[in-house]
Each structure stands twice: as C-alpha cells, then as structure tokens.
C-alpha cells in the first residue's frame, strides 16, 4: 500500500469515527423514583441536550437516599458518559447518617453545574384539621404522635428542615421516608400519611386540583406557582431551607470533559424558552462553573450538617 493511500485511508476511518463518537450516549442518572419533580426537570433539560446533538437519556435509581445512584456512578468508567444529578444529601449528609457509604462523597466524584434550585415546603391533605404550618404546630403539640410525616429520603433536606424545625418549635412527628418523591405524594393521596417535606414541583398539579394544601413554604417570599401559599415567616418561624440539585462524574474524568458537558447545560438553562418552561413545574434554572459548585457544596455543608449532628439521628444501614 502506497502511503498517500495509508493516509487516505486513516482520514476516511477517522471521518467514520466522528459521528460514532457524537452519537455516544450520555446517562445522567437521578437519585429519585421517575415522575418526581427532580426527575421531571432533568428530562426537560436532557431533551434540550438532544436538541444540540447530544445523545442524554435519564436514568432513574431511587433508593437509600441517594446511595444506590451515587454508588453506581462513582463505580463508572470517568468518560463523561455517566453522570449523576447529585444533592445536599448524596453529597454531604449521607456521611452522617449512614454508618458506612460505598463512595466518598469528597473523593469519588468531580463537579460539573448546579442546574437548579426551589425552596422546600410542606403539604397536606385537605381534609386535615388544620391548614397551614401555624395551625399544625398547634395542633401537633396538642395531639402528640397523630401527624406521619413523608420524605423523600432521610438525608434529604426536605427530611432535615422539617426534623430542625419540629426540634426548634418543641413537637415531633412519625417520619415515614420514601424512596423519592413521587411515592411519598401518592402515600399522602392515599391518607397513608398525614403531611409530606417536598417541592412545589411534584406537588404542583395536585395542589392545583384541590388534593393537596401548601401548608408553608421555607422561603422569604411567596411561590409565583402558588401565591396563596404563606411563608413559614410569615407565619412566625424564622425557617428558610432551600433544595439544590448539581450534576457530578466519576472522579478522574479529563477537566475537557467536563468542560464540555458544563458548557452545553449553561446553555441549555441559560435559555429564557427553557426558565419558562422549569417555572411552569416549580424549578428556578440555575448554572455555575465546576469551581463555583465546590464552594457552595462547602457553603451548605457547613450550615446543614451541624444542624444534623445535633440530632444525634441513628446511625442507619443501606
């Protein structure tokens, strides 16, 4: 063989390859059980990276707070092609929760973007004797042991503002954890549960149909999807928790990588067609560079996870 006919034929193979390479699925993998609200707002955000040409489908692997999805992309080949929709709990709280993780939460993964976030609420059913936050403390101390409480996941922070506030306002409630929220929101449709720790974004078409009530919500401003809905501070209590979600790889995974998968979610989310579109279901879009997540990550930890030790929570088994 000539070599002008070897070089031609390495440009031909290599031109072959391209397209195969594009076409290379990317996973990104959520925590949660399908049809919750994390899980609604990352299969927005994948269908919009198909439409730049990527090649996303989402995965779903609830379980144990976020330890059964973690512990599956921790373990995947850092290629960019696996890659988890992370939160406070996964990143941080597990490590307090749990006797023993099967990742490290500082070692195993790299950050890529935050992508969202949405203040944390609580909801209940509509034929319960009380009907905002206020009125279910009152009652709550009134009747001890009569409110089951949901959440999605015991190292979540829809579990954890809850557990700090009761533990504040001096009352408790019968925590029943599920794994992700849409479970717990059919459990408290099912009267299996009283009162639920969630976001609006699951809980959104049920409080718009009458089945479900906000009773607070943990920020210092009304939600715009629900503006009938007060505040805890509203209502007296000094309580603002917000939910984040980011997305992590496998540690090692080259930086270019995930520059380049960092730089085709900010686009995505950066589009006022796709706010539009997260706000319709409760979420605010929200990017940052891979350095920006690490101090956040920090900034949380350090404000949650003292709250958490001062639970004393037993120590639980995956």
Not at 200 to 211: A, C, E, F, Q
Not at 214 to 224: A, F, K, N, T
Request: proline share 8%; charged share 20%.
């Amino acid at each position: 063989m000539s070599y002008r006919k070897l070089v031609l034929g390495l440009a031909l193979g290599a031109c072959a390859l391209a397209p195969a390479l594009a076409q290379q699925m990317t996973r990104i993998v959520v925590p949660f059980a399908a049809g919750g609200g994390t899980d609604q707002y990352c299969r927005i955000l994948a269908q919009e990276l198909n439409r730049q040409g990527l090649n996303v489908i989402i995965e779903n692997k609830p379980g144990a707070s976020g330890i059964v999805a973690a512990d599956h992309v921790a373990r995947a080949r850092p290629d960019g092609q696996t890659v988890l929709v992370s939160s406070l709990g996964i990143l941080a709280n597990n490590s307090v929760l749990y006797d023993k993780l099967p990742y490290d939460p500082a070692k195993d993964f790299a950050s890529v973007t935050q992508i969202a976030y949405q203040p944390a609420i609580v909801v209940g059913r509509t034929d319960l004797p009380y009907r905002n936050i206020r009125e279910m403390v009152d009652y709550a101390k009134a009747h001890p042991g009569k409110i089951n409480r949901g959440s999605p996941g015991a190292a979540i922070l829809t579990n954890l503002a809850p557990i700090a506030f009761e533990k504040e306002q001096g009352f408790s409630t019968l925590h029943i954890p599920f794994n992700g929220d849409a479970p717990a929101l059919q459990a408290l449709l099912g009267r299996q549960i009283d009162i639920h720790g969630t976001s609006i974004t699951g809980s959104l078409p049920y409080v718009k149909s009458g089945k479900l009530r906000v009773l607070g919500v943990m920020d210092s401003q009304r939600l715009p999807q629900v503006p009938d809905a007060p505040t805890f501070k509203e209502q007296g209590f000094d309580m603002v928790a917000t939910l984040w979600y980011s997305l992590s790889v496998p540690a090692g995974t080259p930086r270019p990588v995930i520059d380049r998968l960092n730089k085709a979610v900010n686009k995505v989310i950066a589009d006022p067609a796709f706010v539009e579109r997260a706000r319709a279901i409760g979420m605010e879009p929200r990017g940052s560079t891979p350095e920006e997540l690490d101090r956040f990550v920090q900034v949380e930890a350090d404000r949650w996870l003292p709250i958490l030790r001062s639970l004393d929570p037993p120590k639980q088994s995956h």
